[in-house]
């Protein structure tokens, strides 16, 4: 691994707005044009900005084997059945509306808590 050059500076963030700071009088140039929108330059440059520099990574959720996988990463010592294990899972996702990494982790952890281990 190498350090990054003095002269670059790395941010993540989930929202451009923590990328550079937004100034009440940003907002107050905008306009509505005939029912459209139209940002102020000084909103249009951040835009742009994050457009040209921002680096967008997108976490598609997992299909049904791979969230399986997923939980059987956290119980790799599991000796009880491992069907029901699935099963159990895939009702917990359901009820949650979404199958990811962060579902099997709570999964994982209603699991131990409702076992006492």
Known sequence: ??????????YATSNRRHLLPERMQDNLDSKVMDGELHYADAIEEKISLSDRFGLWLSFYPPNQDQFLAIVDSYFPDYGGDREALHAEAIRFAQARG???GRTARQFFN???DNRGA
């Open 1 to 10: 691994m190498e350090l990054p050059p003095e002269n670059v500076t790395v």
């Open 110 to 112: 209603t699991h131990c």
């Open 98 to 100: 979404a199958r990811s």
